[in-house]
């Protein structure tokens, strides 16, 4: 444990370092999705608020008044762009929402770093309602998603401005294949495109399958073709995947510690696939590629929000490889990018001056590895 904690701290150490040294200019596109959200936060656990939301429709309406509620980008992509920009990538977007989305856009990102040249207006503004509440004594959320206009981005969407831009990327992204209908021809389009004639990497981030479990297959056949170089996935996802190469997993899913099976389903998707994978968990991170193993450990912070948590270490995981970190700084930067984020009060991405302060502070604080893993605990998409 002594051992592991030197170690870490050396990491953190070399990490700041980096930070707070020159790093060149770096360029992501991502796409498609910006949802404007509406998170209401129950102060109790689920059950309370069903039965106190079944009680006032049993009455015949009325209001369950005190719970704090906040408005706010949202979005997979447009999540990330905000982590990356903060970091001080300069970043693309593109999809496709309606004229009052895009004066929100302009509202949330009225930053240099962040080109909406590439965003449609033709559109419908999609929509989230995010619960948050406890299970177990955790913070937990249940988001209810309108799509609109996410759910039919297509490659035919993207004009030859956008094209030009996607394929100048130093990192190209394409995330929540979920929530588009369009999303599998969209990624393997774009994908195969970049790797053709592009200049940067490729990155594939799916959002939770299981709603789409019948097409999870579609994904894997992406992923065995050489065109993703990272997928991004929590332990759930993972699993879902490796089920698709392996039938026990859709068993075992259900039963044993997601937190152990994670690291199975990542290696075997990494094994089967020859694509790096790269698992990330409230409790630990992973990154499996070229027969590797890393492993980096979160930090144990104070939870004020639960949605968004992956988005933020998506961005850090992609800001951590376009600047050249070793792995397992690259993970350590991606977890705290994440936990930074959960522990705002008002859903502040970090910069790298708030990482470095963050990690000064926190490199005390993580638990070891092993003890995150065999805690059996859960992730936050």
């Known amino acids: 444990m002594a051992e592991e904690e030197e170690l870490l701290s050396k990491h953190i150490e070399s990490l700041c370092k980096r930070l707070t040294s020159t790093i060149s200019p770096v360029k ?3 796409m498609p ?3 404007f959200d509406h998170i209401v936060d129950y102060d109790g656990s689920f059950k309370s608020l069903q039965e106190r939301i079944e009680e006032v429709a049993n009455q015949g309406g009325g209001n369950i008044p005190f719970t704090t509620q906040r408005v706010m980008r949202g979005g997979n992509s447009v999540n990330c762009i905000s982590a990356l920009s903060a970091l001080g990538a300069n970043v693309f977007f593109t999809g496709r929402t309606s004229a009052l989305g895009v004066h929100l856009l302009k509202y949330f990102f009225p930053y240099e770093n962040v080109d ?6 033709d559109g419908e503004l999609a929509l989230t309602v995010a619960l948050e509440a406890k299970v177990g004594g955790r913070k937990s959320n249940v988001m209810l998603n309108y799509p609109a206009s996410v759910s039919d981005f297509g490659p035919d969407s993207l004009t030859s401005e956008d094209w030009k831009k996607i ?3 130093d990192m190209v992204c394409c995330f929540n294949w979920l929530q588009n209908k369009k999303g599998t021809k969209l990624a393997e389009t774009v994908f195969r495109k970049v790797k053709a004639e592009g200049a940067g990497k490729t990155y594939f981030d799916t959002c939770d399958p299981s709603s789409r479990r019948n097409e999870v297959d579609d ?13 991004g996935v929590n332990e759930n996802e993972a699993c879902w995947y490796a089920g698709s190469l392996d039938k026990t997993f859709s068993r075992r899913r259900k039963t044993e510690n997601l937190n152990k099976l994670a690291l199975e389903a990542a290696m075997l998707l990494h094994e089967k696939l020859k694509v790096r994978i790269d698992l990330h968990t409230i409790d630990y991170s992973a990154s499996f590629s070229q027969e590797n193993r890393f492993v980096a450990a979160g930090f144990d912070v104070k939870l004020n929000r639960v949605t968004g948590a992956g988005d933020a270490w998506n961005a850090g995981n992609i800001f951590g490889e376009l600047a050249s970190l070793p792995p397992t700084e690259r993970l350590i930067l991606a977890n705290a990018a994440a936990a930074f984020y959960l522990q705002s009060e008002e859903g502040k991405h970090a910069t790298r001056e708030d990482l470095v302060n963050f990690l000064q502070v926190a490199k005390g604080k993580a638990i070891s590895v092993s003890d995150k893993i065999e805690s059996g605990q859960t992730a936050l998409g």
Do not use: R
Not at 219 to 231: A, G, M, R, T, Y
């Open 219 to 231: 994904v894997v056949n992406i992923l065995k073709k050489p065109f993703v170089d990272i997928f």
């Open 28 to 30: 992501v596109a991502i």
């Open 116 to 121: 909406l040249s590439g965003v449609k207006t």
């Open 33 to 35: 999705d910006f949802f």
């Open 167 to 169: 394929l100048s990327a």
